[in-house]
């Protein structure tokens, strides 16, 4: 089971990158369903429901993200993260903590 706690890091470009942590065996599929949730409760475009593009909306620069590190004790050599522009990390993280993520803002 993924970690349930996110670092804030501030990447170039005016972008936020929110890490989970890593604790235990992951794999993409884990990481996806972790992180899913919290992007179509913060994206106004897709529909809290079913996380479908809603007709004539488009959707903003919210997305999971999945980037190299170095393997863990399983070979996985991928961890995930929400990434958003600077403007919406207030929201991505508050959304995050009420799905149960602890979220640490001083990276």
């Known amino acids: 089971m993924p970690s349930r706690e ?9 972008r936020v990158r929110f890490s989970l942590h890593r604790e235990g065996p992951l794999s993409e599929d884990d990481l996806a369903s972790e992180l899913t949730a919290v992007v179509i409760a913060a994206d106004s475009a897709l529909d809290k429901v079913s996380g479908r593009l809603l007709p004539g909306r488009r959707t903003e620069e919210i997305a999971t993200s999945l980037f190299l590190t170095e393997p863990d ?11 958003c522009a600077a403007e919406q ?19």
């Open 6 to 14: 996110l670092t804030k890091e501030v990447l170039s470009g005016g």
């Open 73 to 83: 004790a399983s070979g996985i050599s991928h961890l995930g993260g929400i990434e």
């Open 89 to 107: 990390a207030s929201e991505v993280a508050a959304l995050a903590e009420g799905k149960g993520y602890r979220v640490s803002r001083d990276v």
